[in-house]
């Protein structure tokens, strides 16, 4: 046991701007009564841009770690000591964990989440892949991509900066990157691997031309659920993962990262998830999106 985890007293949270509905609570909390860390805490803030350097400067020793979610992944980087590989690559940090000897260390777990969540369904290389979408979670998606992939990445985005941006990054990441016009998204659903990475609606209208027997959806939305995409894919028998497969794989790393404990607690966490789904009124016909347990 690390020496983390072995203070009686230690306190952790997710912060964003909005927080209100972050699941990190629920995961992180379930987490901590798995590992028998009766002494832990986890909470969640409201916090902007403006607000993190003196939230931040303010905490005491007793702060294990940070969860952070937008618009804080990138605002975060100047308060570090040392940032991971994978938050350099895609100049992202979605976890903050103290550490008494090397300070502030910053990583980014949203990377080998998405990897872990692949691999949990037997997604473990492919020859080709598209992405739907070229936002911060395109750009983890891509670095995911990058140790599974062995081909060219179809990159569907909008506007000429986000070419450019996926661009630049596949370049960093020794990843092949092949930009497509969003209208043409249709044109790469037939792909082993395809990952939407848009808002809610964004992709609905794909849901009517799934090709018969397509292979594997990786949906990164769990609010709601199950998208049309989603939705329709199942139904052409094809594999799907969700946004809580993401979620909650990123989540036990960063469980492990700030109490030392290896391996986090999986199978609590994302029945935590699951059932913090199911009180909002949100599953639909595939259930929660979680993992082999149920559709996706």
Excluded at 203 to 209: F, K, M
Excluded at 225 to 247: C, F, H, Q
């Amino acid at each position: 046991m690390s020496a983390r985890a072995s203070v009686e007293h230690r306190r952790a949270a997710v912060l964003g701007c909005p927080i209100t509905h972050s699941l990190s609570p629920e995961l992180h909390r379930a987490a901590h009564a798995a590992l028998g860390l009766t002494g832990w805490s986890y909470d969640r803030f409201e916090v902007d841009e403006t607000a993190l350097p003196g939230f931040v400067a303010g905490l005491g020793r007793e702060w294990a770690g940070l969860s952070l979610t937008m618009p804080l992944k990138r605002a975060v980087i100047p308060l570090l000591d040392r940032v991971g590989e994978s938050a350099v690559a895609v100049e992202a940090v979605n976890t903050l964990v103290f550490d008494p000897d090397a300070g502030r260390i910053g990583e980014n777990t949203d990377v080998p989440g998405l990897v872990a969540a692949l691999a949990e369904r037997g997604v473990h290389r492919v020859p080709t892949a598209a992405v739907l979408g070229g936002g911060a979670t395109a750009a983890s998606t891509l670095a995911a991509l990058a140790s599974i992939c062995e081909g060219e990445v179809v990159a569907h985005v909008r506007g000429a900066h986000r070419v450019a941006e996926m661009l630049a990054l596949g370049e960093r990441l020794g990843v092949r990157v092949r930009p497509e016009p969003w209208e043409r998204a249709a044109d790469s659903l037939h792909l082993p691997l395809v990952v939407s990475t848009t808002p809610a609606g964004a992709c609905d209208a794909l849901a009517d031309v799934v090709p018969a027997a397509p292979g594997t959806l990786f949906d990164v939305l769990y609010e709601p659920w199950p998208t049309r995409l989603a939705a329709a894919w199942d139904r052409r028998g094809g594999t799907v993962l969700g946004g809580l497969d993401l979620l909650v794989h990123q989540a036990v790393l960063q469980v492990e990262l700030m109490t030392g404990r290896v391996p986090g607690p999986l199978a609590a966490m994302r029945e935590a998830g699951e059932r913090a789904l199911a009180a909002r009124g949100d599953g639909g016909s595939l259930g929660p999106p979680s993992g082999p347990v149920v559709r996706a």
